[in-house]
């Protein structure tokens, strides 16, 4: 069964830098967005502006990098086979399509480049 995630100090610190500060909670099926501009994001997504419960600093790198939220969860991904392609450097983003929790987030089988450029 999947619970709440209770957000509140909750935090990344590899490659995006944002702490969770509100105590919020986020339930199954449930979206949490965190952006770099809340004003470019609006703009683009305003369907999504609700979802929005934050805004990180920093910039993940195009080739890869160990996301980490601290201490929920780690991911590591690539920019490299067998990894998307698709999502490399052209506005595409990847979307994870194995939405069961106990899957490992980390196998690239996971995921899949987005069907839209901007995600």
Same mark, same amino acid.
């Not at 500060?21 to 502006?49: I, K």
């Not at 780690?74 to 979307?95: F, H, K, M, Q, V």
């Not at 995921?111 to 450029?117: A, Y």
């Given at each position: 069964?999947?619970? &709440?995630?209770?957000?509140?100090?909750? =935090?990344?610190?590899?490659?995006?830098?944002?702490?969770?500060?509100?105590?919020?909670?986020?339930?199954?099926?449930?979206?949490?967005?965190?952006?770099?501009?809340?004003?470019?994001?609006?703009?683009?997504?305003?369907?999504?502006?609700?979802?929005?419960?934050?805004?990180?600093?920093?910039?993940?790198?195009?080739?890869?990098?160990?996301?980490?939220?601290?201490?929920?969860? =780690? &991911?590591?991904? *690539?920019? =490299?086979?067998?990894?998307?392609?698709? +999502?490399?450097?052209?506005?595409?983003?990847?979307?994870?399509?194995?939405?069961?929790?106990? =899957?490992? +987030?980390?196998?690239?089988?996971?995921?899949?480049? *987005?069907?839209?450029?901007?995600?």
């Amino acid at each position: 069964m999947i619970k &709440l995630i209770h957000l509140l100090g909750l =935090s990344f610190a590899t490659g995006l830098t944002f702490t969770f500060t509100v105590d919020q909670f986020v339930e199954p099926g449930q979206q949490a967005v965190l952006v770099h501009n809340a004003e470019a994001f609006a703009l683009r997504y305003p369907q999504q502006t609700a979802h929005v419960v934050g805004t990180f600093t920093g910039k993940l790198r195009d080739s890869g990098e160990n996301l980490k939220l601290t201490p929920l969860a =780690s &991911l590591r991904y *690539s920019d =490299s086979n067998p990894w998307p392609i698709t +999502a490399e450097g052209d506005g595409y983003s990847l979307e994870r399509v194995d939405q069961d929790p106990n =899957s490992d +987030a980390n196998l690239p089988i996971h995921w899949r480049g *987005s069907t839209q450029i901007g995600g």
